[in-house]
Nanobody, 123 residues
Framework: QLQLAESGGGVVQAGGSLRLSCAAS????????MGWFRQAPGKAREFVAR???????IYSIAVEGRFSISRDNAKNTVDLQMLTLKPEDTAVYYC?????????????????WGQGTQVTVSS
């Protein structure tokens, strides 16, 4: 069982930056692929980024070049650095953990989820 808790959300102006953090408690954090998803009002939850055991990262087209995911296996944390934020980045951001090696842009591939943290980008 892995428990995840996000922090770092808030309100920022367009063009600004935020850093989200996800703290994991439980065994074998380093064995999980860690992902970030987001859900905007009235929309389905969507993939943002993920990082695997070997620190290989993948991003959605919407955030590539602006967001950066990183992990610290010694501290059991995974962060999402968000730069040049846009109003369309407004959403609840969720941290998730998966034991899978494939389909890692899909919600159903993830076994554990945090409660989410709100990010609001004003224009």
């Amino acid at each position: 069982q892995l428990q995840l808790a996000e922090s770092g959300g808030g309100v920022v102006q367009a063009g600004g930056s935020l850093r989200l953090s996800c703290a994991a408690s439980g065994p074998a954090f380093k064995n999980f692929v860690m992902g970030w998803f987001r859900q905007a009002p009235g929309k389905a939850r969507e993939f943002v980024a993920r990082i695997n055991w070997n620190y290989v990262d993948i991003y959605s087209i919407a955030v590539e070049g602006r967001f950066s995911i990183s992990r610290d296996n010694a501290k059991n944390t995974v962060d999402l650095q968000m730069l040049t934020l846009k109003p369309e980045d407004t959403a609840v951001y969720y941290c998730a953990a998966s034991r899978r090696v494939d389909y890692l842009k899909e919600e159903w591939a993830y076994d554990y989820w945090g409660q989410g943290t709100q990010v609001t980008v004003s224009s």
